[in-house]
């Protein structure tokens, strides 16, 4: 995942950043592409981000999301789309495919060619598999990557704010893993 992340960095550009976002965190490129600057909540670092069957969601942007989108923008107070930089035109969801950008990534970061075979499903997986490794709860974990398991009783039922907090918490320990070498705290949440 480092190597990615490094990567991601020197590819630059709107994908090198939608790449780079996914990584910190853990949503699919259709979600960062639809992050546009000025819904970005930067007080609690959350922002809107839709829903494959409608509707939306809140992502969390842990703090070196946060840092990676103002370097991008150049201001916190910019707007237009976050992996454009509001600048240009717009990024969709079709312009970045995976192909195309592991083939990039193989000419402008050749450290990333020995990685295995990646998809961004896995990128989520090794990550809430790395959470879960780390000792965060079931639910951080799955609440990190965006799946909320259907509940079993009345019990299971948690308000979104709550879910959110449990994906906030997460992502952030995430990025420590990611950003601090695998160190990370390890109390529940």
Do not use: Y
Not at 135 to 150: I, K, P, Y
Request: net charge positive; glycine share 12%; aromatic share 4%.
């Amino acid at each position: 995942m480092r190597v990615l992340l490094e990567g991601a960095r020197t590819l630059g550009g709107a994908h090198g950043a939608v790449l780079e976002i996914c990584l910190l965190t853990l949503c699919l490129p259709f979600e960062a592409v639809a992050i546009d600057l000025e819904r970005i909540n930067w007080r609690n670092g959350h922002v809107p981000v839709p829903l494959r069957k409608g509707g939306a969601r809140i992502l969390p942007l842990p703090g070196p999301a946060r840092q990676t989108i103002i370097r991008i923008a150049g201001a916190s107070r910019a707007t237009g789309q976050a992996v454009t930089a509001g600048r240009g035109r717009r990024l969709k969801h079709a312009d970045v495919r995976l192909d195309r950008l592991q083939d990039w990534l193989a000419d402008e970061a050749p450290a990333t060619i020995p990685v295995p075979p990646w998809n961004f499903h896995g990128i989520r997986m090794a990550g809430r598999h790395a959470l879960l490794e780390h000792g965060r709860t079931m639910r951080e974990a799955n609440a990190a990557v965006g799946v909320v398991a259907r509940p079993t009783s009345r019990a299971d039922i948690l308000p979104p704010s709550r879910i959110e907090g449990l994906a906030a918490v997460g992502l952030e320990v995430w990025c420590e893993i990611l950003l601090g070498g695998g160190r990370a705290r390890t109390g529940k949440g």
